[in-house]
């Protein structure tokens, strides 16, 4: 649920939230206190109710992955995918591809996926449309987000988020505020100073109009009084086309995902003026605003969506090989790897809150005056 000045990310410190003992330390859970893949005694016990959607775990002797010959509370009747086609609707370099690789990469060390490919969609529109356009495809998956909706809406588009199966919420990611390293800009006053002053006259290059970049935007320029809509905010369709604008200085400053820019601020092509975390992060090397005295932070979530179509035996299994990836090593290191927040929720908990979720996006826009 989003809030006016505090947006999302909650008050857990990312480095507390990312940390995490490897499963086999944890030491042995009883059925009455299992979750899916922590440590049990006896192969063949049932752990009711324990599992995703009320499913019962078992104890079970996993065969692949990091947990490959131990006993683990599992689900023994998952099936792993053969292959996935993840839908993207950004361009190479954008988050939404970023996090289906990363999806996908951890899925096929674990064992729970053999091979995937990412197919790019430049806009919400065009990506949700493809999806939806599929049909009897038990190998299609969509990576949404924060973004989503309103890309959806302020490209006139009646598709929703809501209308496909809910898989489940995977992390949230911080924000960064990037410039090229030659820039004046030396810390987020020295932004703000010139956008309340005019704000025509900043280019500030991000996602779609309406996602989450803009709002990052809007809601750090209401802090000095400036509207959403006399902002220069200029949309990408993703990293890959946004970066190189910042680098060569076509846009003042670039503000997406941490993920999207950190390669390049390691690099020495850009520098961070702002993370919208709660503390500084491993990942991008930048004060927060919090440290900069503005009490803003921020987060863009991102999860999984299968075909509205999809039969209810397919759809349980997706969402307990999701459920299964969440709880391996590969997954937990992926996610300190990226500073990525483990915000997880999945199957019935998922379709709940992405329903009002999807609500409160369009209203925080409506007040933004970024739609109508």
Not at 3 to 12: C, E, M, P, T, Y
Not at 125 to 149: E, H, S, V
Not at 225 to 236: E, R, S, W
Request: net charge positive.
């Amino acid at each position: 649920m989003l809030k006016k000045k505090i947006l999302a990310l909650g008050a857990v410190a990312i480095a507390a939230s990312l940390m995490a003992a490897p499963p086999a330390q944890a030491g042995a859970k009883p059925a009455s206190k299992a979750n899916v893949g922590d440590e049990c005694l006896r192969q063949g016990v049932k752990a009711p109710g324990r599992g995703v959607n009320g499913t019962d775990l078992t104890c079970t002797k996993v065969a692949t992955g990091s947990f490959a010959g131990t006993l683990r509370w599992w689900y023994p009747d998952m099936k792993p995918y053969g292959s996935v086609e993840w839908v993207s609707s950004s361009n190479i370099g954008g988050g939404y591809g970023t996090t289906a690789i990363a999806i996908g990469d951890a899925m096929k060390k674990e064992g729970l996926l053999k091979d995937y490919t990412v197919t790019y969609r430049s806009n919400a529109p065009l990506g949700l449309g493809y999806f939806y356009d599929q049909k009897n495809r038990k190998d299609l998956l969509l990576i949404t987000g924060f973004a989503m909706p309103g890309g959806l809406a302020t490209n006139g588009s009646k598709l929703s988020i809501t209308t496909a199966k809910a898989v489940a919420g995977v992390m949230r990611e911080a924000e960064a505020f990037v410039v090229p390293t030659s820039s004046k800009y030396r810390t987020i006053t020295d932004l703000l100073n010139d956008i309340k002053a005019n704000p025509k006259a900043v280019a500030i290059g991000g996602g779609n109009y309406g996602g989450v970049d803009h709002v990052t935007v809007a809601t750090l320029a209401e802090t000095v009084g400036v509207k959403a809509t006399d902002l220069n905010y200029i949309p990408y369709s993703g990293g890959g086309s946004l970066v190189p604008d910042v680098i060569g200085g076509r846009v003042a400053v670039g503000v997406s995902g941490t993920s999207e820019f950190s390669s390049f601020v390691a690099a020495g092509k850009m520098r961070v003026l702002a993370v919208t975390s709660p503390k500084p992060l491993k990942v991008i090397k930048g004060k927060t605003l919090v440290q900069q005295g503005v009490d803003l932070t921020f987060g863009n979530w991102r999860g999984i969506l299968a075909p509205a179509d999809l039969s209810a035996a397919d759809y349980l299994n997706t969402v307990k090989v999701i459920d299964a990836l969440h709880s391996t090593p590969s997954w937990k290191s992926t996610l300190v790897e990226k500073s990525w927040i483990d915000e997880y929720r999945s199957g019935d908990a998922f379709t709940k809150w992405i329903g009002t979720e999807n609500t409160a996006i369009l209203n925080v826009l409506t007040a933004f005056k970024l739609i109508k």
